[in-house]
């Protein structure tokens, strides 16, 4: 009977303390009403009748009474946290709410002051982030990230002292990095990228952490100085890239660092310098990118000690002409960009050698010679376009295309054979390639000829096409004969589809000018500092793919430019001239030869000139920096984008003051605005917001002045570097 007793005892002891469990102000009733609320009531993986400590991600005390640890990651909870659920979790050490979709924070969570770890990354909370984050004076670990905060950090971040994890980044926090995070001296990651934060860094921000291994500022728009990064002696990681920062790139090799993204700021130097004035350990660099800065010299050769490197980015920068560095030896290299490097010369076939390369961008360069064959197996971008490669693609390489992620051979003098490759592909990957297949134009003249009445078919339509050749060069003889107009400016994307390369359409078919020439090797072409070299008009439609599409520059009022090299690495410009073919031969070449003998430091020098039948052919030294154009809308040297005509732009506008002035030039359109203090409306829309715009409606005053219809009433350059000069004084 006693045996019984004190059973029933027991069980009712075990009762009683699970109700008591259930009482309200326990930490058991806050979590399981905290679950409930958000939605969770009816999953099997909590057992609501017995207590939350036994539940999974729950961590309690030893004594079962405070829970210490919660991790409801990726539960699908959403909507606000209520009130009185696990803010009033007194002795909660660890909390992981992330992966969910809460979108507000209860009004007693900062009083949490025994948490060390809080993550509610990736969520939709929104709102600003208030100074009670004071109260969370014990946190090891902040984790916010991809939510939707706003305003500023609050400068309360100061009492986490023992702060070793901050992570904030993609949000919308806004104006300056507080300088309270300088207390935070126990830090070793900070991640602030992809916020609106502007501003200087906090004075002593370097020395303020030294403990800091990595640091992450990307996709902001900080400013500061190379001094302010250099302080960092820990570093193994950093990202600064996509902000305002400037000084020189040398001092920032340093230390242990493994992964550094500087790109996209205002860093100069000399890149080959850091190897012999740094201590640096080479070989520690696993990844770097530099690209988009002012780096200048020469791109150091010499990687021997960097065989850990996986990822190089130099693009986008300033360097001198080089040859191609010598990378072989980078057997790890993963990812390789130099584009827009000024490299120079041939692609070393030593590049096979990455045998682990899966991204390789050499375009916007002035690489010549072949494609070597490119054995990289794992090779999957692979970017070559805007330079001046000719010969065939290596079949060895197109075998390769349908497994690539993306690949671009465009705006070379390259030939292929590539009947299986899509039209639309043709366009884009291939723009300007010659397709040398036989019959490459209809590939399905391939198939198997089934019967006479299919070659009836063909016959017919090679008629169709000679009657339209013929009413074309009609066409052609009656513009000719008619009045010279301003030259077109076309409004076409390299990429699109061009049924015809160049403004006459330059195929070599019977139906063109190149065709006219019948013997090109008998043409030949002058150039004056070097009358020695036997350069004749094949070596010019050599060196600009026949005048194809690939090779154009740009298309003016005096007729097309296209680029290319010469024998001997003669870069130039060829420009077709439109006007000029009513003059003989010898006049021609009599004015041209004056045009030669012109020098003067603000005018691009004629290096020679080609008289090939009624086409009159100029040839400058090609120039690397592009045209205005490409300086305002910062677009790639040597590429054709689609950008509106600035005529365009301007007279679209409904108040249209000078319809007549219109139809004839847009210089004495301009002109007429200024006379009658209306400049603005001259002003490209897409400059607008680029610069103060009363700079604008001076520089235009200036123009108006240089325009003058007579010669004697236009200010000298003196006088008009003056006149610029006092624009800028007057800013200041």
């Known amino acids: 009977m006693g045996l019984g007793v004190f059973g029933s005892v027991l069980v009712l002891t075990l009762f009683f303390k699970h109700l008591a469990c259930q009482q309200p102000n326990t930490d058991d009733f806050f979590v399981s009403d905290f679950f409930k609320k958000m939605g969770l009531a009816s999953s099997k993986a909590y057992n609501f009748s017995s207590s939350v400590c036994s539940w999974q991600g729950v961590t309690c005390d030893a004594k079962r009474e405070h829970v210490v640890g919660l991790v409801v990651s990726g539960m699908g909870l959403s909507g606000p946290i209520p009130d009185t659920t696990i803010g009033k979790l007194s002795k909660i050490q660890s909390l992981d709410l992330s992966n969910n979709k809460i979108t507000d924070l209860p009004s007693d969570f900062w009083s949490l002051s025994f948490l060390k770890s809080l993550n509610l990354s990736s969520n939709q909370i929104s709102g ?41 980044d993609h949000n919308k926090f806004e104006q300056s990095i507080p300088s309270g995070i300088l207390k935070c001296q126990s830090l070793v990651s900070i991640d602030l990228s992809s916020n609106q934060l502007s501003g200087a860094l906090p004075d002593g921000f370097g020395a303020a952490f030294p403990k800091l291994t990595s640091l992450n500022l990307a996709g902001n728009n900080i400013y500061g100085h190379d001094s302010d990064i250099s302080g960092l002696k820990s570093i193994v990681s950093l990202n600064i890239s996509g902000n305002s920062f400037q000084g020189s790139v040398m ?22 310098q850091v190897q012999s004035i740094s201590n640096y350990n080479w070989s520690h660099l696993v990844y770097l990118d530099l690209s988009e800065n002012q780096l200048s010299g020469e791109i150091f050769q010499n990687w021997n000690e960097s065989q850990n490197l996986k990822h190089l980015n130099l693009a986008h920068n300033r360097f001198t002409r080089q040859k191609f560095p010598k990378i072989e030896m980078l057997s790890g290299l993963e990812y390789l960009n130099l584009s827009k490097t000024s490299l120079i010369s041939y692609i070393p076939a030593e590049i096979s050698q990455l045998s682990n ?67 639309a592909i043709l366009k884009t990957a291939f723009f300007g390639l010659v397709n040398s297949c036989p019959i490459a134009a209809n590939p399905s003249l391939f198939k198997k000829r089934a019967t006479d009445h299919k070659g009836m078919k063909l016959a017919l339509a090679l008629t169709l096409s000679m009657i339209c050749l013929l009413v074309g060069l009609l066409f052609l003889a009656v513009s000719r004969l008619r009045k010279t107009k301003s030259w077109p400016v076309k409004q076409s994307s390299y990429k699109e589809e061009q049924n015809m390369s160049g403004p006459f359409s330059f195929h070599t078919d019977s139906t063109t000018w190149v ?198 009433k236009r200010p000298s350059m003196q006088q008009i570097v003056g006149l610029l000069k006092d624009i800028e004084l007057a800013a200041n």
């Open 515 to 712: 065709a006219d020439v019948k013997q090109p090797t008998s043409v030949p072409v002058v150039i004056f500092e070097k009358p020695l070299l036997n350069i004749t008009f094949a070596d010019l439609l050599a060196a600009t793919s026949n005048f194809d599409r690939g090779t154009l520059l740009a298309e003016g009022k005096f007729g097309p430019v296209y680029r290319g090299f010469l024998p001997g690495g003669i870069h130039v410009a060829v420009k077709v001239l439109v006007v000029g073919s009513t003059l003989t031969d010898k006049e021609a070449a009599r004015e041209l030869e004056y045009l030669g003998r012109i020098k003067h430091p603000n005018l691009v020098p004629l290096t020679g000139y080609c008289v090939a039948g009624d086409q009159r052919i100029a040839i400058y030294d090609y120039m690397e920096n592009g045209n205005l154009q490409n300086l305002l809308y910062d677009l790639p040297l040597g590429v054709l984008q689609r950008t509106d005509d600035w005529s365009t732009d301007t007279w679209e506008e409904d108040d249209n003051d000078y319809p007549d002035e219109k139809e004839t030039t847009l210089v004495s359109w301009v002109r007429g605005l200024v006379r009658k203090n209306k400049a603005s409306r001259a002003i490209d829309p897409k400059i607008h917001d680029t610069g103060p715009e009363k700079q604008m409606e001076e520089a235009l005053k200036i123009g108006y002045l240089c325009t003058a219809d007579l010669p004697s």
């Open 128 to 168: 600003s982030l208030t100074n009670n984050i004071g109260n969370f004076g014990l946190l090891e670990v902040f984790d916010l990230s991809s939510n939707n905060f706003s305003g500023e950090i609050p400068e309360a971040i100061s009492s986490s002292v023992s702060l070793k994890v901050l992570k904030l």
């Open 357 to 423: 390369l899966k991204t390789l961008d050499i375009s916007m360069n002035h690489l010549i010679g072949q494609i070597p064959f490119l054995r990289n197996k794992n090779l999957q971008i692979l970017d070559l376009s805007n330079n001046n490669l000719s010969g065939e693609v290596p079949p060895s390489v197109l075998e390769k295309l349908p497994w690539m992620e993306k690949y671009n051979f465009s705006c070379n003098n390259l030939t292929l054979c590539a009947l299986e490759i899509k039209p």
């Open 251 to 272: 001092s920032m090799f340093q230390g242990r660092l493994e992964v550094m993204d500087l790109s996209r700021n205002q860093f100069q130097g000399h890149i080959s």
